[in-house]
T-cell receptor, first 111, second 111 residues
């Protein structure tokens, strides 16, 4: 597609359930990022993938969070045993050079 | 600690005004700086990217300047329009795996 695509756009889940968020980056972009934006907060870095290198997971807030990127393209962010504090907009971005292109995000609500 | 601050947090102006949004960063050893626009419920759109060696970048009615020595960048919007209403974010790249974002300036331009 022409841009970064994220699905679902909205997700409501019960506390304790697992969720998977998907990101389809722009074709050919080697770098992929996940960020989290909580209400009234700035964007918080979660994880970064670059080509075949080991991902930078330094921003993941707990071991309930994990992400993978298959074939250097699609990425999935998984949150296990969701908590209410996980409610936020999860944004994915991809880049080839320095300019980052963001998807529209997945709004996650944990009830 | 590398921090990015944006002031004001919110701004409301009548249509036609020229305005300045401010971004400051604590570590001046930046690689580049980007200004983004975020509309409600949407992802981020990159507006301007300034390399560390540059002083300014222009796109239409937007002009972004960079003063590394003072740790500041400004986004100048000329002849503001209601369609400019959005949240404006600056993000600093230290040539690491992530962008460090400010908390944004929420701009409202009223007719």
């Amino acid at each position: 597609g022409a841009g970064v695509s994220q699905s679902p756009s909205n997700k409501v889940t019960e506390k304790g359930k697992d969720v998977e968020l998907r990101c389809d980056p722009i074709s050919g972009h080697t770098a992929l990022y996940w960020y989290r934006q909580s209400l009234g907060q700035g964007l918080e870095f979660l994880i970064y993938f670059q080509g075949n290198s080991a991902p930078d997971k330094s921003g993941l807030p707990s071991d309930r969070f994990s992400a993978e990127r298959t074939g250097g393209s699609v990425s999935t962010l998984t949150i296990q045993r969701t908590q209410q504090e996980d409610s936020a907009v999860y944004l994915c971005a991809s880049s080839l050079a320095e300019k980052a292109f963001f998807g529209q995000g997945t709004r996650l609500t944990v009830v | 600690k590398q921090e990015v601050t944006q002031i004001p947090a919110a701004l409301s102006v009548p249509e036609g005004e020229n305005l300045v949004l401010n971004c400051s960063f604590t570590d001046s050893a930046i690689y580049n700086l980007q200004w983004f626009r975020q509309d409600p419920g949407k992802g981020l759109t990159s507006l301007l990217l300034i390399q560390s060696s540059q002083r300014e970048q222009t796109s239409g009615r937007l002009n972004a300047s960079l003063d590394k020595s003072s740790g500041r960048s400004t986004l100048y919007i000329a002849a503001s329009q209601p369609g400019d209403s959005a949240t404006y974010l600056c993000a600093v790249d230290y040539n690491t795996d992530k962008l460090i974002f400010g908390t944004g300036t929420r701009l409202q331009v009223f007719p």
